[in-house]
């Protein structure tokens, strides 16, 4: 994984020399041909863009609240893999709208033996659950607070709402212990976010910084409990920046790091002591590939180092059409 992303570092600055004069030939004449570095910080109006991206991620590594990567417990793994069917549209120029239907499919795996007294025998007893289904659904509003000059960048403000769409309670709970997952949170989430980005070709510099707020919301946080409890997610704060530069005329190359915090959150009945926050930093390289009105991105999102996070990659599909 440090292979890829000394590669796109290196991809990055290696042609600097050899494009930096060329903005007049790399930029396309159909705006709605435009690259993830030549297009506007949002959605031209009149513009509207659909897409489907989708991540897996198998997991069977974390780092725990020492920031030492571990495997977890016993011979446990899970994979979670999900698709986001998602569409843009250019109020205006400057105001743009967004909005994230989410389906996903996760399973985890347990395996565990008991030795059986007074034999010379083991029992190993495996331990599926499966959760698929709508998740949780976002719509966004982004405006170009300042829009980008020779000698200024833009600066972009969003409101995000995430609504509780998906199922919040494991179900079909069995006399073994088996359940459904619930692809759901639960809970109302705002985001608040403001970016910039400034353009010198034929790199786009980018930095951001966002702040999500949970609601209270009630849930089951057992499966064998009877009623709902009250609980509240930590709060989230963000902040990095990206590198995004073109290789050719339709081909780029992006490397975004990002530092993460997460609060503790509460939950009814458990003491605050038995919580605990959560942080991580990120590294996510693209390749994102531009072909006329289509857009086809991949990448690979690795944990460099956190606390209480899942440490395993993600890997992302993105395909979108702008008409």
Known sequence: M???IILNLLLTFACWNLYSQ??????????????IVTEPATLRGGFFRVGLVGSIAIGDKYFDEYSNKNYLFESAWGTNLSFIALAQYGISDRLMVEFWLPYRIQKVHFSQ?????GSDTDLEVNWDQK??????????LAYQ????????PALIGSLYLGMPTGQKNPSSIDTLGRYDLPTGSGEFELQLDLRIRKIKYPIAYKGYIAYWYRFPGQKLLDPWDNEESRFKSGNRFIMGGSLDFHLNEWLAVAND???FYTGKGEEENVPDEELSDSWGIAYEGRLVFQIRRFRLAQAVSVLLKGKNQPSDPIYVMLVQYTF
């Open 131 to 140: 959760g698929q289904g709508l998740s949780d659904i976002t719509a966004s």
């Open 145 to 152: 607070i300042l829009t980008e000059t020779q000698t200024r």
């Open 257 to 259: 790091l990002n530092y």
């Open 113 to 117: 033996k008991y030795i059986l007294p």
């Open 22 to 35: 060329t903005e007049n030939i790399l930029v396309p004449s159909d705006l709605k041909q435009q690259t």
């Open 2 to 4: 440090k292979k890829i």
